[in-house]
C-alpha cells in the first residue's frame, strides 16, 4: 500500500506548480467549533486536483507519454490533467459527461486538452476513455483509484499539519475517495489521534454505503449537483484505505450543501462548488462530534457552474430561515393583504413577493389562497410570524 514517502515526493514534485494554498481561520461560521478553512478553491484551475494529475503524469516512463495520456472527469480532474499535460508537452484526451458544467469543459479546452462529450454520467465517460486507452495504447489517467494520484493529493494533509497546530479533525468530501485516502494517509502517520471524516452527498453515497457495510459497493445511480462528488463507484484501492485510516464517512443534503455554499460566501468571501462546501455542511448541521475541537475543513474545489448558483443561494437562504414563502386560507373580502401586511412589518420581515390564488377547487367559492413571499432573518423569525398570524386568526396551508 501507498507509503508516506511517496507522498513527501510528490510535495517535492510539486512545488512551484501547485499552490501551497492557505488555511484560513473561521470563527463565525459554526458556534462551538474552532473552524479552519483549508481553501483548495483557490489552487491552481480551482481545485485540489492539479495535485494528483500531475504527480501522476510526471511519473509515466518517456516511453508512456509518448502514447499520450487519456482521463475521465465530470470537470475539476479533467482541468487538472489538461494543465499538467500541457505543462508536460503531452497530448491529452479527456472525457467528460455532456452534463458538466459549461465552464469547466471550456476551461479544460483552454487549458490545452481535447475534450470529449459522452451523454451520460461519469461512469459512462469512464467506459469510453477506457476505450479510447485500448484503441489508441495511450496512458490512462485515473482520477481517484491510483497510487500516484493518492499520493499526490495526501500533499493537502502535509499541509495542513505543518500550518496549524493540534488539530483534532480534518474533514474531506468524497466522491471515489482519492482525496480523503492521500490526506488521511498523510494525517494518520504523522498525527495518529487527529480524526478523519469523510463527507458525501446523500445522493451519492457510495463510499459511505460501503464504510457502512464493510465492504465494496457500487450505486446504480447518482443524484446531486455537487458534481464533483458524484461517483457510482468507489474505487477499490481508495476503499482499502477509508476503511484503514479514515474515523467515519457521513452524508448531507443538496440543501444543506446548499446552505454551507451561501455561508461561505457570506462569512468568509469565499466560492465552494457544491463538493468542496460539503465538509461545511457535516459541521454546520451536526452529522460530526466535533463540538470544541479545532477542526479544519478541505474546501476542495470552487469550480461552481454560474448558471445554477442564484438558485443554489435562493436554496441555502431557504434553509438558513433567510427567505420563506407563507401559504394563508383566506376569506376574500377587503383589507384583509393590508392586515397581513402590517403583521409582517411588526415582527421585521420584509414582504418580496404576492400571489393571489382563487383557482383551488377545494376552496370555497369566497376563499383563496394568498402566498406572501419574504425576506427573514432567521428560523425564529419565521416561527414568530407563523404564531403571529395563528393568534390573529388566520389560517395557515402546510
Known sequence: MLSLDRIYHASYVLKGVARKTDLIAAPNMVPGVDLHLKTENLQVTGSFKLR??????????????????????????AQGVALAATRLGVHSVVCMPDAAPLMKVENTRRLGAEVRLVKGTYDEAHDEAVRLVEETGATFIHPYDDEDVIAGQGTIGLEILDQLDDVDAVVVPVGGGGLISGVALAIKS??????????????????????????WEALEDVSTFADGIAVKNPGETTFKMVERYVDDVVTVSDDEIAAAILALMEKQKLVAEGAGAAPVAAVMFNKLPVQGKRVVCVVSGG????????????????????KVTLSIRLTDKPGQLEQVSRLIAEEGANVVAVDYDQTDPNLPISSCILRIGMETKDQAQIDAIRDRMVQEGFSLVE
Open 52 to 77: 494528483g494529475a500531475y504527480y501522476k503524469i510526471n511519473q509515466l516512463s518517456p516511453e508512456e507519454l509518448s502514447h499520450g495520456i487519456v482521463a475521465c472527469s465530470a470537470g475539476n480532474h
Open 303 to 322: 469550480n461552481i457552474d454560474v448558471n445554477i448558483l442564484s438558485r443554489v443561494i435562493n436554496r441555502g437562504l431557504s434553509m438558513s430561515g433567510r
Open 190 to 215: 504523522l498525527r495518529p489521534n487527529c480524526k478523519v471524516y469523510g463527507v458525501q452527498a446523500s445522493g451519492a453515497a457510495s463510499m459511505a454505503n460501503a464504510f457502512r457495510d464493510d465492504k
